[in-house]
């Protein structure tokens, strides 16, 4: 039986090819609604208030809303950036989607992952990741358009994360929270050029310091 917890998701496992559709990269409502009856039937009442809910009834309630696929950008990646280049070039994804549960105002309460396993999506956690929890307390303060628009990007070696948005050629982060060493505030929306610069000297400092 598959445990209720708050994943945490390993930076390990294939890239996604780039032979699948756009149908294969999407999970199916049906799919999604049926794996939330399951993770109402597996959470114990004392533990709701961790998913966001106060009952199983609402989280029954809860809807289907983005899908959010998974990227990083590695150290290495960083390291080697050429200043000016667009951060959408360095974008690595992985085979797993975290779909949003959305209440009726349309706020994401939590999230269900699910990957691919024999050509069938399939539920692996229930609960949203660290990066989308601080999503949900600040999605009050990224303009909705830039949230259902933009991409999930982890930057694990230096723990931290945004919401990319691409337009015309050109990527802004939007900061799910405040990194004072960067003078950077939670819902911030900065170039990605000058994010990018920023992490040099950071992963640099990273990389030296695991040798």
């Known amino acids: 039986m598959k445990k209720i917890m708050l994943i945490v998701l390993p930076f390990v496992g294939l890239l996604v090819?780039?032979?699948?559709?756009?149908?294969?990269?999407v999970v199916p409502e049906?799919?999604?609604?049926?794996?939330?009856e399951v993770?109402?039937?597996?959470?114990?009442?004392?533990?709701?208030?961790?998913f966001?809910?106060?009952?199983?009834?609402?989280?029954?309630?809860?809807?289907?809303?983005?899908?959010?696929?998974?990227y990083f950008i590695g150290l290495d990646d960083i390291k080697k950036y050429q200043i000016g280049q667009d951060a959408q070039e360095l974008f690595k994804e992985y085979p797993s989607i975290e779909v949003a549960l959305i209440d009726q105002n349309?706020?994401?309460?939590?999230?269900?992952?699910?990957?691919?396993?024999?050509?069938?999506?399939v539920a692996t956690g229930y609960g949203a990741t660290?990066?989308?929890?601080?999503?949900?307390?600040?999605?009050?303060?990224?303009?909705?358009?830039?949230?259902?628009?933009?991409?999930?990007?982890?930057?694990?070696?230096?723990?931290?994360?945004?919401?990319?948005?691409?337009n015309h050629g050109a990527t802004d982060f939007f900061?799910?929270?405040?990194y004072s060493y960067?003078?950077?505030?939670?819902?911030?929306?900065?170039r990605s050029a000058k994010v990018m610069e920023a992490l040099i000297p950071l992963a640099n400092k990273a990389a030296n310091n695991t040798n």
């Open 17 to 25: 090819s780039g032979g699948c559709s756009a149908q294969d990269k």
């Open 30 to 36: 049906n799919k999604i609604k049926e794996s939330i």
């Open 39 to 50: 993770f109402a039937d597996l959470v114990e009442a004392k533990d709701l208030q961790k």
């Open 52 to 70: 966001g809910v106060k009952t199983k009834a609402e989280l029954k309630s809860l809807k289907p809303g983005k899908q959010f696929r998974n």
């Open 106 to 121: 349309g706020r994401i309460v939590t999230t269900i992952e699910f990957e691919k396993d024999n050509g069938n999506w």
């Open 130 to 166: 660290p990066e989308i929890s601080l999503l949900t307390r600040v999605q009050d303060s990224i303009p909705k358009n830039a949230i259902a628009k933009g991409k999930m990007i982890r930057v694990p070696s230096l723990h931290m994360c945004f919401i990319a948005v691409s």
């Open 175 to 178: 900061m799910l929270e405040t």
């Open 182 to 190: 960067l003078s950077y505030q939670k819902g911030q929306k900065v």
